[in-house]
């Protein structure tokens, strides 16, 4: 009969912290979401330095400016993130997205340049949102 060995206590904290890490949303799913916002409550616009930004309508998310990753985050209701890149990466951890593509949505948003993925992902967002 063997005996149970306990874990270290820095694998049990790492079992712990990421337990309900289960759920991987997948690019896919994003644009999905996306596109089933309500316009009623998020009203999206490109900015005059071409950034991709929402403004909220109504309920908690009025007065507050989002871009396309905070609003789905809010929207799924994991609370209201800034628009800077800390925060929209922190929004798209709390999605279930991976990191370089939380980073790729930022700079999409953002017109970090307009060449290459950055370009792609940044059609795939507008066509999302119909503008």
Not at 15 to 35: A, G, I, P, R
Not at 60 to 68: L, Q, R, S, V
Request: charged content about 25%; glycine content about 8%; overall charge positive.
């Amino acid at each position: 009969m063997k005996k149970k060995v306990p874990l270290p206590k820095k694998l049990n904290k790492l079992k712990k912290k990421h337990k309900d890490k289960d759920f991987f949303m997948e690019s896919s799913e994003f644009y999905q979401q996306l596109s089933s916002l309500p316009n009623t409550t998020y009203n999206f616009s490109i900015e005059s330095d071409q950034k991709i930004v929402a403004t909220g309508r109504r309920g908690k998310a009025k007065g507050i400016t989002f871009n396309p990753v905070t609003a789905v985050a809010h929207r799924v209701g994991h609370g209201s993130y800034g628009t800077n890149k800390r925060d929209t990466l922190k929004a798209g951890r709390a999605l279930g997205l991976s990191k370089t593509f939380a980073e790729n949505l930022y700079q999409a948003t953002t017109n970090y340049s307009n060449r290459g993925h950055s370009q792609v992902v940044r059609g795939k967002i507008r066509s999302a949102l119909e503008i």
